[in-house]
Nanobody, 125 residues
Framework: QVQLVESGGGLVQPGGSLRLSCAASGNIFRINVMSWYRQAPGKERELVAS???????????KYQDSVKGRFTISRNNAEKTIFLQMSSLKPEDTAVYYC???????????????WGKGTLVTVSS
């Protein structure tokens, strides 16, 4: 059993900052990629940022164009945790933010996709 638990959401004014965290736990052999997705009301879930589990680097990162320069994804491999530092927040960043992990469980050879339950970020004055 694998669990992803997000935290750090809340209400923030435009131009403000928030830091989201996602901790993975359970029967994990190796995490390949961890990502943040978001889903705004009436819209489809979209990829915000992802980071690979490369032990030789700080991890390769990817960002959605709309958040480049404002959001930073990082990780703590030992804690199986990722973070999303969000700055210069805009009302259009309002959404439920979900953590995703592509990983292998102990004793299982295939990659599985796991999701957290999400954390709400509201950007409003």
């Amino acid at each position: 059993q694998v669990q992803l638990v997000e935290s750090g959401g809340g209400l923030v004014q435009p131009g403000g900052s928030l830091r989201l965290s996602c901790a993975a736990s359970g029967n994990i052999f190796r995490i390949n990629v961890m990502s943040w997705y978001r889903q705004a009301p009436g819209k489809e879930r979209e990829l915000v940022a992802s980071i690979t589990n490369d032990s030789n680097t700080d991890g390769n990162t990817k960002y959605q164009d709309s958040v480049k320069g404002r959001f930073t994804i990082s990780r703590n491999n030992a804690e199986k945790t990722i973070f999303l530092q969000m700055s210069s927040l805009k009302p259009e960043d309002t959404a439920v933010y979900y953590c995703n992990a592509q990983l292998r469980e102990i004793g299982v050879w295939r990659l599985e996709n796991y999701w957290g339950k999400g954390t709400l970020v509201t950007v409003s004055s």
